[in-house]
T-cell receptor, first 115, second 114 residues
């Protein structure tokens, strides 16, 4: 298996622009997670899906952020409009089944820089 | 609410020396505990996990961790450090109730001196 795939790996944009990050989970995994990593706040869970349905979006910082999962093999995280404080590494992860003990498999991340 | 505290944001050891990375957790229910490793410019990779089967957990690359309920700790150790162990290490806790959410510590950057 290719693992969790994220694109792009790097994104540089200007303040006010729309940014879309993409994720392909491991085939057969029912759960998909979006995380943000910054020096100041560490790793934060933004939102997670179960069988394409958003379950908990309490970590989404504000209305400028939205996430979708139109099918089992694709998810997007969109920021509109982007701001410099959104600069971070965004990780997508997936896991196989229910149960807090299940391993989450992480993608390589997208490094976002908002100028 | 669950939380994780990693003591020491940066640990430096000599090659061949003992590695000890500290993690304390807070949880109102029996926890699941994890250690993940992040190499530069990569995603996180699971090192090991505690799921109540055994208090001493062995992971990949020679790492192990011991769950101590009385101390609410889950420290990560490796008897002999290797240069390839240089990375950032994250401790995480999950809710036994299966909410799927992982709460991560702030991370510890491990440096290996030749």
């Amino acid at each position: 298996d290719a693992g969790v795939i994220q694109s792009p790996r790097h994104e540089v944009t200007e303040m006010g622009q729309e940014v879309t990050l993409r994720c392909k989970p491991i085939s057969g995994h029912d759960y998909l997670f979006w995380y943000r990593q910054t020096m100041m706040r560490g790793l934060e869970l933004l939102i997670y899906f179960n069988n394409n349905v958003p379950i908990d979006d309490s970590g989404m910082p504000e209305d400028r952020f939205s996430a979708k999962m139109p099918n089992a093999s694709f998810s997007t995280l969109k920021i509109q409009p982007s701001e410099p404080r959104d600069s971070a590494v965004y990780f997508c992860a997936s896991s196989l089944r229910a149960g807090g003990y299940n391993e989450q498999f992480f993608g390589p991340g997208t490094r976002l820089t908002v100028l | 609410a669950q939380s994780v505290t990693q003591l020491g944001s940066h640990v430096s050891v000599s090659e061949g020396a003992l590695v000890l990375l500290r993690c304390n957790y807070s949880s109102s229910v029996p926890p699941y505990l994890f250690w993940y490793v992040q190499y530069p410019n990569q995603g996180l990779q699971l090192l090991l996990k505690y799921t109540s089967a055994a208090t001493l957990v062995k992971g990949i690359n020679g790492f192990e961790a011991e769950f101590k309920k009385s101390e609410t700790s889950f420290h990560l150790t490796k008897p002999s450090a290797h240069m390839s162990d240089a990375a950032e290490y994250f401790c995480a806790v999950s809710d036994y109730q299966g909410a799927q959410k992982l709460v991560f510590g702030q991370g510890t950057r491990l440096t290996i001196n030749p």
